[in-house]
């Protein structure tokens, strides 16, 4: 059964500074991987999605990697802003369709 | 309005009631979902479909059921509403099996069950 885990839970960073979210998956028969942004109380955005052949994807300040042999993922933000507090998930898609996501990592940028 | 819309935003039922959450899309997207986030468990699917009249089970359908006789619109049904039912429900779309199959999720409907 695919698990995917995203550690640290919660992290806080000051601004400026760069940093890493991490996302790891147990099963490496993933069809692709998607990072999105969940702001209190609204929805999911999407950020970046990584087809299972892709090494990386980059958007502005954001860049995703896939390992599938290491079943990981990162998502690096370049130079953090207060605007980028949220909750950071990860979710992977199999190849039957389902999509399994990780519980999040809750990151707060301190002004 | 293009995208994706969910209805009602909010309800409050009570235990045994039926219960209808509507999703909407516009983009002719060929696949849909249906999650619930949970403090604790994060989003888990409950039912998904890759096209009209085609559903799935997700990880967790007991107590739903799904319906998809137009391409645009996915409701959901608590046939007999439970308290542990209660919970944020997300509606999402994709294009399909394709490099276009990113997903995007409607704003949700709070649901609470008393």
């Known amino acids: 059964k695919q698990e995917v885990t995203q550690i640290p839970a919660a992290l806080s960073v000051p601004e400026g500074e760069n940093l890493v979210l991490n996302c790891s998956f147990t099963d490496s028969a993933i069809y692709n991987l998607q990072w999105f942004r969940q702001d209190p109380g609204k929805g999911l955005t999407s950020l970046l999605l990584i087809q299972s052949s892709q090494r990386e994807q980059t958007s502005g300040r954001l860049n995703a990697s896939l390992d599938k042999s290491s079943g990981r993922s990162t998502l690096y933000i370049a130079a953090s802003q207060p605007g980028d507090s949220a909750t950071y998930l990860c979710a992977v898609r199999l190849g039957d369709d389902k999509i399994i996501f990780g519980k999040g990592t809750r990151l707060h940028i301190l002004p | 309005d293009a995208g994706i819309t969910q209805s009602p935003r909010y309800k409050i039922t009570e235990t045994g009631r039926q219960v209808t959450l509507m999703c909407h899309q516009t983009?002719?997207?060929?696949?849909m979902f249906w999650y619930r986030q949970d403090l604790g468990h994060g989003l888990r699917l409950i039912y998904y479909s890759a096209a009209a009249d085609i559903t799935d089970k997700g990880e967790v359908p007991d107590g739903y059921v799904v319906s998809r006789s137009k391409t645009e619109n996915f409701p959901l049904t608590l046939e007999s509403a439970t308290r542990s039912q209660t919970s944020v429900y997300f509606c999402?779309?994709?294009?399909?099996?394709?490099?276009?199959?990113?997903?995007?999720f409607g704003p949700g409907t709070r649901l609470t069950v008393l």
């Open positions: 983009w002719s997207h060929s696949y």
């Open positions: 999402a779309s994709s294009s399909g099996q394709s490099s276009y199959n990113e997903q995007f």
